[in-house]
């Protein structure tokens, strides 16, 4: 059974600093990693995706970067605003059932303090 | 369109009640899926449709009774359930796949979620 883990849980940082937020996951045999934002009791917003093949995605200030084999991602997040604050999701994603079948990490909360 | 929209947002409902939630999208997308997030816990798939036809159901209790009327929509039937089942019901769409893939990103696109609440 996949089991993802994202290290820290929680993180807490003065505007403009430079992060980098971890997941792993146990089976490599993955189709995709996906990264998500969540702001408190709402839904979920895509950040980035990577497929298998890929090495990292980047999208304005976020970096993704997914090492298959070792079972890992990270998302490194430039320039930390407050707006940043949210919980961050990474999902691991397999192909079955016609659908692209999510698996979700544990999560880290990050605070961005002004 | 880039959006999915579920509706009620909030749903307060006893343990004899029956409702249901509903999830709408038109990106074209012919996978949905159920997930259920309880409070500071990651979301837990509950329910994959893929061309209208329930592809994966993740052992899920059948006082939660999913249906794909249409491409467009998804709804899930709720009848006697358990304060427990209190929790964020998240509705996502994406491409669907066929084989080893559609070559597609199949990113998946939640809607906001219903809250529920059962008394």
């Known amino acids: 059974k996949q089991e993802v883990t994202q290290i820290p849980a929680a993180l807490s940082v003065p505007e403009g600093e430079n992060l980098v937020l971890n997941c792993s996951f146990t089976?490599?045999?993955?189709?995709?990693l996906q990264w998500f934002r969540q702001d408190p009791g709402k839904g979920l917003t895509s950040l980035l995706l990577?497929?298998?093949?890929?090495r990292e995605q980047t999208s304005g200030r976020l970096n993704a970067s997914l090492d298959k084999s070792s079972g890992r991602s990270t998302l490194y997040i430039a320039a930390s605003q407050p707006g940043d604050s949210a919980t961050y999701l990474c999902a691991v994603g397999i192909l079955t059932g016609g659908g692209n079948k999510l698996t979700f990490g544990t999560g880290t909360q990050l605070k961005v303090e002004l | 369109d880039t959006e999915v929209t579920q509706t009620p947002k909030h749903l307060v409902m006893g343990m004899t009640n029956k409702k249901s939630l509903k999830c709408e999208q038109h990106?074209?997308?012919?996978?949905m899926y159920w997930y259920k997030q309880k409070a500071k816990k990651p979301p837990e798939l509950m329910f994959v449709?893929?061309?209208?036809?329930?592809?994966i159901n993740e052992s899920v209790p059948s006082r939660f009774s999913p249906e794909c009327p249409n491409s467009s929509l998804l709804n899930l039937h709720l009848h006697a359930l358990q304060p427990e089942d209190s929790a964020l019901y998240l509705c996502?769409?994406?491409?669907?796949?066929?084989?080893?893939?559609?070559?597609?990103?199949?990113?998946?696109?939640f809607g906001a979620g219903s809250r529920l609440t059962v008394l």
């Open positions: 990106m074209g997308h012919r996978a």
């Open positions: 089976d490599s045999a993955i189709y995709n």
């Open positions: 449709y893929s061309y209208e036809k329930l592809s």
């Open positions: 990577i497929q298998s093949s890929q």
């Open positions: 996502a769409s994406s491409q669907a796949t066929s084989g080893q893939g559609a070559g597609g990103a199949n990113v998946l696109t």
